[in-house]
């Protein structure tokens, strides 16, 4: 795996940290800008929302730039509303620093996954995904829990100026390291076979990528990503209340539960990146109904320091597992967008990732307590297997009307 990828995956880090940390944050923030918790868990929902709306226009916005240029643009702006984001004292103005930082963090990410995947052998999308995926998983077992320990010990400011300062060595490295572009050829330099050799003659198109993202599989995979990661931030977002809460541990427990669920979420992507190039759908078929389960049994047995505990590492290694397989068979799917595929990967995550902190906070303001958003996060993934369960009923009858 060239060295480069790796560097992204440091970027991916950082990026991933400030995405991830509001989990251990809500409640220091909704107290210090004197907000409803549901009102600062929005914070994710609006970073999400930047996510999905940055990732695919960005992405068409640097499609003819150096990639190196584009990752260095998209990676300082991320910076700098960082530390805006960590002097300001309104909430409006957070919030809509959350929405800039997301549209540069979707558009890094976005030519990110089209860098990597540039620079290895056809057969290996799954690996390289696996690397920037393990950047936010490391963030989720480094990054988030640091936060969480900086906003107890200086406030939750403290945690956005170490993003900020996390991504000054990942900028230099960029500059170091990353080509300025990647073509569409193989790691050899080499053109790949048939489309691919066309399509490095005549240099990227949006019109062209745009197009070949209306198969139907696709959109149907793309759904599925969305759904399993709602679930995921609709149950991560209010990890702290929940531990709190409804476990009754103390508040020095929030980063040690944080910690489990990126070591979780860690496995459980070095496990898909290795079973995703070859062995996609056994992991699907055993990992999507074990996610199932597992959302309801937390929901269940939440109340239980010990079983949250297992849960809190079983469902972050389930849910990155399924999510980042996924994302692998958008990539293998969008083989004619190689710029624009893992853009709109990045879009439909974040669809989840924006809808899912929206409906436990519903839930919520309901008045159906902290576990709520477990129990939501179980209907989303049922509705996951409803939507899949549909499309091959379909294609399977298509199949036979044009068998007969």
Request: net charge positive; aromatic share 8%; with cysteine.
């Amino acid at each position: 795996m060239p060295f480069a990828i790796y560097i992204l995956g440091l970027a991916v880090f950082a990026q991933g940290t400030s995405e991830f940390m509001l989990s251990g944050l809500v409640p220091d923030i909704a107290a210090d800008l004197n907000v409803s918790i549901p009102s600062a868990g929005a914070l994710t929902s609006a970073f999400a929302v930047g996510m999905i709306v940055g990732a695919p226009s960005a992405a068409i916005l640097s499609l003819r730039w150096p990639r190196r240029t584009a990752l260095l643009v998209f990676l300082i702006v991320f910076m700098l509303v960082h530390v805006l984001g960590a002097v300001t004292t309104s909430f409006g103005v957070l919030l809509a620093t959350r929405v800039v930082g997301a549209l540069a963090n979707a558009g890094f990410l976005a030519v990110a996954i089209a860098t990597a995947t540039g620079m290895v052998a056809a057969d290996a999308k799954g690996r390289a995904t696996s690397v920037l995926l393990g950047g936010v998983t490391v963030a989720c077992v480094v990054g988030v829990p640091a936060g969480a320990l900086l906003g107890q010990m200086w406030g939750w400011r403290a945690a956005f100026w170490a993003v900020a300062l996390v991504c000054v060595p990942a900028v230099v490295a960029i500059l170091r390291s990353v080509p300025a572009t990647v073509p569409a050829t193989g790691p050899e330099g080499t053109a790949q076979a048939g489309a691919q050799g066309e399509r490095a003659a005549t240099g990227p198109s949006a019109r062209r990528e745009l197009r070949a993202l209306r198969d139907p599989r696709l959109i149907v995979t793309l759904l599925l990503g969305a759904l399993v990661n709602g679930a995921t931030f609709c149950a991560f977002t209010y990890l702290a209340p929940l531990v709190t809460e409804v476990g009754g541990l103390g508040d020095g427990w929030v980063p040690v539960m944080l910690a489990l669920f990126g070591i979780g979420s860690f496995t459980g992507v070095t496990v898909a990146g290795r079973m995703s190039d070859a062995r996609p759908v056994r992991l699907l078929l055993v990992g999507g109904p074990a996610l199932l389960a597992g959302w309801v049994l937390f929901a269940v047995a939440a109340g239980n320091p010990v079983a949250m505990v297992v849960l809190v590492f079983v469902q972050g290694a389930l849910s990155f597992a399924v999510g980042s397989t996924l994302i692998t068979r958008v990539l293998y799917a969008a083989a004619e967008a190689p710029s624009l595929g893992g853009a709109f990967a990045t879009a439909a995550l974040n669809v989840g990732a924006a809808a899912g902190p929206l409906l436990g906070g519903v839930a919520i303001g309901a008045g159906l307590g902290y576990r709520s958003p477990l129990w939501v996060g179980a209907l989303l993934v049922a509705l996951a297997f409803v939507i899949a369960g549909l499309a091959r009923a379909v294609r399977a009858e298509r199949t036979l009307t044009t068998v007969s």
